[in-house]
């Protein structure tokens, strides 16, 4: 009996997604997701993500993420495509489906707890000095 022939579930969607995506990215939808996933690409964004969807898995599941980074975040998925992954719209996100408001900025990833993170400082004069304590010799 071959591993095919076995209809694990587990065995035959990882040799599928490995035949699609090749070893590594197989390894990387592991360490991500928990599970290799197959489907059709169907974007990517401005930060390299790439989204993905399958109409034969089940409904919630069937579309997906693929962060460019290792040290992922879900605040790297830009709200248009938040939108699409979320099934509020079925539209892949484009100019003509989702207009931009004129107020809105780029969307930017949460920087808190890296480098790039915002530091407060205060630009007020103590009130209270710190003791420095004065040796008798």
């Keep these: ?12 969607g990882t040799l599928k997604a490995v035949q699609t995506h090749g070893i590594r990215n197989t390894f990387k939808q592991i360490v991500t997701l928990d599970t290799p996933k197959v489907g ?15 109409r034969m898995d089940v409904m919630g599941r069937d579309r997906w993420v693929l962060y460019d980074k290792w040290n992922y975040d879900a605040t790297q998925v830009p709200p248009e495509w ?13 100019e003509t489906t989702i207009p931009k408001p004129f107020y809105t900025t780029e969307s930017t990833e949460n920087y808190t707890g890296t480098t790039a993170a915002f530091k407060s400082y205060s630009t007020v004069k103590t009130k209270v000095s710190a003791w420095d ?3 008798r010799r």
């Design 1 to 12: 009996m071959t591993i095919l022939q076995m209809r694990n579930p587990v065995i035959v």
């Design 40 to 54: 059709t690409l169907v974007g990517k964004d401005q930060f390299g993500n790439e989204y993905y969807e399958n």
């Design 82 to 94: 938040h939108q699409w992954l979320s099934r509020f719209t079925d539209d892949l996100p484009s």
């Design 133 to 135: 304590p004065v040796s």
